[in-house]
């Protein structure tokens, strides 16, 4: 209940939604969450090293994609002592990010940063989706941009004006990520000054 107190400031769902969210999640995917044995005591290792049941349990399941990941987070942080909670989900998330995600992103990271030359976001934007198809992982390398390289102003306006075209011409929806609203919002406040 505390990480989701904590997690509910940055959202706009209440800590009590957040977790009744959590526990539906342990319900909904109890067949992969309560098999095995939890660990006596929290296990950083055990939390941050995903096995093949992990990673069959995430793989090849886009509809569900995000409430798998997350399941996998608690299950990762849960012993016999309780839950860690949201430093423990933190770390694990982090150890997914780098071993899973960052290699995926980094062939359009550099691809970016041959295109960013050019001020136009439709143009860098067509660019990306010439050399890469997948608008979910365009999208994903942009939040990344955004969210773990802070790059200098005229870049930083670059990326937040794709991640704005990407959610406003691209039909890609709404996407929850954090870093991504807040580019965008920013993105507005610059545009409300000018």
């Not at 539906?24 to 995903?50: H, I, N, Q, R, V």
């Not at 995430?58 to 942080?77: I, M, P, Q, S, W």
């Not at 969210?147 to 959610?167: F, G, W």
């Not at 929806?173 to 545009?191: H, I, M, P, Q, V």
Request: proline share 2%; with cysteine; aromatic share 16%.
């Amino acid at each position: 209940m505390d990480m989701c107190e904590l997690d509910s400031e940055y959202t706009e769902e209440s800590a009590t939604e957040l977790f009744k969210w959590y526990l539906s999640l342990m319900d909904k995917f109890a067949d992969y969450f309560f098999k095995g044995e939890w660990p006596k005591k929290y296990d950083y290792e055990y939390a941050t090293t995903f096995t093949d049941e992990d990673l069959e349990f995430l793989y090849g399941h886009d509809r569900d994609a995000y409430e798998r990941f997350e399941t996998v987070c608690l299950k990762k942080n849960i012993s016999l002592e309780g839950f860690l909670g949201h430093f423990g989900m933190y770390w694990t998330r982090q150890a997914f990010y780098e071993k899973f995600v960052k290699p995926e992103l980094k062939p359009v990271l550099e691809a970016f940063e041959r295109f960013s030359g050019d001020e136009d976001a439709r143009d860098v934007l067509n660019e990306l989706k010439k050399e890469f198809s997948d608008m979910y992982l365009i999208h994903l390398s942009l939040t990344d941009i955004a969210e773990h390289q802070p790059l200098d102003k005229a870049k930083d306006l670059l990326v937040a004006r794709m991640l704005e075209l990407i959610h406003t011409e691209e039909d890609f929806g709404d996407c929850g990520n954090y870093a991504c609203e807040l580019t965008r919002e920013g993105l507005k406040e610059t545009s409300d000054k000018t």
